[in-house]
């Protein structure tokens, strides 16, 4: 009897301090475990949670996104999760940031970073549905796509481990190619006006040391530019003319805003 009221006791201990946030390492990324190494019950369809606040298009390289991830279950009313990102050769991708301390808490394990809920954070009581909210802050230019791998625990509030569910889900999320009116690629993020009327002027993200060369359709090289670099985008004016200092006649001109193929851009320039 003494026994088995003192493994109770453990286990409600156990649960305690996991309500408070769980072990790292229980996102369900290849390689990890998941909720399911402490909890029992059933298996939650992946569509019962969604990662919210990333635009169709992408993520934007450097950029400061707050996202909202919600799982919802009927009748269970209390939960939890955790949560963290990956590139795409497997490696932690951006920074998670705790942007709401009452509800989430950051933890790591070597390199990698994970977002989870708080004692408050659980919604006590709560029925149906939770959401927590999130930021992450995208890594630089040829991250390539991200990954992000959650697990989450639809508990039934008993205070104890059996009866739950356990939702397991991922969302790969691409870089954003483009803005503006050039082509996509992954590398770089551009705005230019295109058509372009007697100067071309693009704002792009790429490395500054890398010349800007404007090539005609023919193939010969036009012009050889330096971008200017600030505390934003670098930034790259051509003023319509070859290295002669001539006008160049209208048509499609190809801008390689440093030494990659996916870093070309056709801009038409008008008269």
Same mark, same amino acid.
């Given at each position: 009897?003494?026994?088995?009221?003192? %493994?109770?006791?453990?286990?409600?201990?156990?649960?305690?301090?996991?309500?408070?946030?769980?072990?790292?390492?229980?996102?369900?990324?290849?390689?990890?475990?998941?909720?399911?190494?402490?909890?029992? #019950?059933?298996?939650?369809?992946?569509?019962?949670?969604?990662?919210?606040?990333?635009?169709? /298009?992408?993520?934007?390289?450097?950029?400061?996104?707050?996202?909202?991830?919600?799982?919802?279950?009927?009748?269970?009313?209390?939960?939890?999760?955790?949560?963290? %990102?990956?590139?795409?050769?497997?490696?932690?991708?951006?920074?998670?940031?705790?942007?709401?301390?009452?509800?989430?808490?950051?933890?790591?394990?070597?390199?990698?970073?994970?977002?989870?809920?708080?004692?408050?954070?659980?919604?006590?009581?709560?029925?149906?549905? %939770?959401?927590?909210?999130? $930021?992450?802050?995208?890594?630089?230019?040829?991250?390539?796509?991200?990954?992000?791998?959650?697990?989450?625990?639809?508990?039934?509030?008993?205070?104890?481990?059996?009866?739950?569910?356990?939702?397991?889900?991922?969302?790969?999320?691409?870089?954003?190619?483009?803005?503006?009116?050039? %082509?996509?690629?992954?590398?770089?993020?551009?705005?230019?006006?295109?058509?372009?009327?007697?100067?071309? /002027?693009?704002?792009?993200?790429?490395?500054?040391?890398?010349?800007?060369?404007?090539?005609?359709?023919?193939?010969?090289?036009?012009?050889?530019?330096?971008?200017?670099?600030?505390?934003?985008?670098?930034?790259?004016?051509?003023? $319509?003319?070859?290295?002669?200092?001539?006008?160049?006649?209208?048509?499609?001109?190809?801008?390689?805003?440093? #030494?990659?193929?996916?870093?070309?851009?056709?801009?038409?320039? /008008?008269?």
């Amino acid at each position: 009897m003494l026994r088995t009221s003192l %493994a109770l006791l453990a286990c409600a201990a156990v649960l305690l301090a996991y309500s408070a946030g769980p072990p790292n390492a229980r996102t369900g990324r290849p390689g990890e475990g998941t909720c399911r190494e402490c909890h029992s #019950g059933s298996t939650g369809s992946a569509d019962s949670s969604q990662l919210l606040g990333f635009r169709p /298009v992408g993520y934007e390289p450097d950029s400061f996104y707050r996202l909202t991830l919600m799982v919802s279950y009927a009748p269970m009313a209390r939960w939890g999760f955790e949560l963290t %990102a990956a590139d795409r050769n497997g490696n932690p991708a951006g920074q998670l940031v705790v942007i709401d301390s009452t509800n989430t808490q950051f933890g790591s394990s070597g390199a990698w970073g994970y977002l989870k809920q708080t004692a408050a954070g659980t919604f006590p009581g709560q029925p149906g549905q %939770a959401s927590w909210q999130l $930021g992450w802050r995208a890594p630089g230019p040829g991250t390539g796509p991200v990954t992000f791998y959650w697990c989450c625990n639809a508990a039934n509030n008993n205070n104890a481990a059996a009866g739950d569910t356990i939702i397991r889900d991922s969302l790969v999320v691409s870089a954003v190619t483009a803005i503006g009116s050039g %082509a996509g690629f992954e590398r770089y993020r551009w705005h230019y006006a295109n058509p372009a009327v007697d100067r071309v /002027v693009i704002e792009y993200r790429g490395a500054a040391g890398e010349p800007v060369r404007v090539w005609s359709a023919e193939g010969r090289l036009v012009r050889t530019l330096t971008p200017s670099a600030g505390d934003g985008p670098l930034r790259v004016e051509w003023d $319509g003319r070859d290295a002669t200092g001539r006008p160049v006649p209208e048509a499609g001109y190809f801008i390689r805003l440093g #030494g990659g193929v996916s870093s070309v851009v056709r801009v038409q320039l /008008v008269r």
